[in-house]
């Protein structure tokens, strides 16, 4: 089975920084997916990790250890539009592909 | 193309009736997928195809009942549901590769109520 852990809410300020953190422990790994969704959309795609360590991809960045069943989502220069739910999900390579509690991020200005 | 395709959007329904949800790609994907959201929560699996075989049942009910014609489509037939089946129905679909899942795909969506 899987155990997939993260911050039911967090709150933060236009411009700011946040992490938003994932754990989990699976039976079999081949990397970590994080998703965006907004309210009332689907979830679209933010980053997968296969190796450790940061992986920067603009305003977002995404950290991996694997040793530690551990990740998480960077969130730089915040804007109100980030407000949202993200998703972490561990790929355990069978596209049996199960989503984390989430997260609802609220950028307040 | 990189849509996935549902409809109908939104659908409501009785207990007794029984109705599809239907979901399109034309991106060569050969997984496909259906999730349940309740709101506030997170997508839940329910069903993956792979190459049009079944490959993952997460132990829906028999009311659900899945079926994939060829590679770009995937329905859901839907029969004798309950009012706690109300949820946002999401398809997916990926590239399935040995080396992993790859990058899931969303369509918009089916808001179903069931009355």
């Known amino acids: 089975g899987q155990n997939i852990d993260q911050p039911t809410e967090m709150t933060a300020t236009e411009g700011a920084i946040v992490q938003i953190n994932c754990t989990y422990q699976t039976s079999g790994f081949n990397g970590l997916f994080w998703y965006q969704q907004h309210a009332g959309e689907a979830p679209t795609f933010l980053s997968y990790?296969?190796?450790?360590g940061l992986e920067e991809k603009g305003r977002f960045s995404s950290f991996l250890s694997r040793s530690k069943g551990y990740s998480y989502l960077l969130l730089k220069e915040l804007q109100m539009k980030d407000s949202a739910s993200y998703l972490c999900?561990?790929?355990?390579?069978?596209?049996?592909?199960?989503f984390g509690t989430g997260t609802r991020l609220l950028v307040s200005p | 193309d990189t849509e996935v395709t549902q409809t109908p959007k939104h659908l409501v329904m009785g207990m007794t009736n029984k109705k599809s949800l239907k979901c399109e790609q034309h991106?060569?994907?050969?997984?496909m997928y259906w999730y349940k959201q309740k709101a506030k929560k997170p997508p839940e699996l329910m069903f993956v195809y792979s190459y049009e075989k079944l490959s993952i049942n997460e132990s829906v009910p028999s009311r659900f009942s899945p079926e994939c014609p060829n590679s770009s489509l995937l329905n859901l037939h839907l029969h004798a549901l309950q009012p706690e089946d109300s949820a946002l129905y999401l398809c997916?679909?990926?590239?399935?590769?040995?080396?992993?899942?790859?990058?899931?795909?969303f369509g918009e969506g089916s808001r179903l109520t069931v009355l």
């Open positions: 997916a679909s990926s590239q399935a590769t040995s080396g992993g899942t790859g990058e899931l795909f």
């Open positions: 990790n296969v190796l450790d």
């Open positions: 991106m060569g994907h050969r997984a």
């Open positions: 999900a561990p790929d355990t390579g069978f596209q049996k592909l199960v």
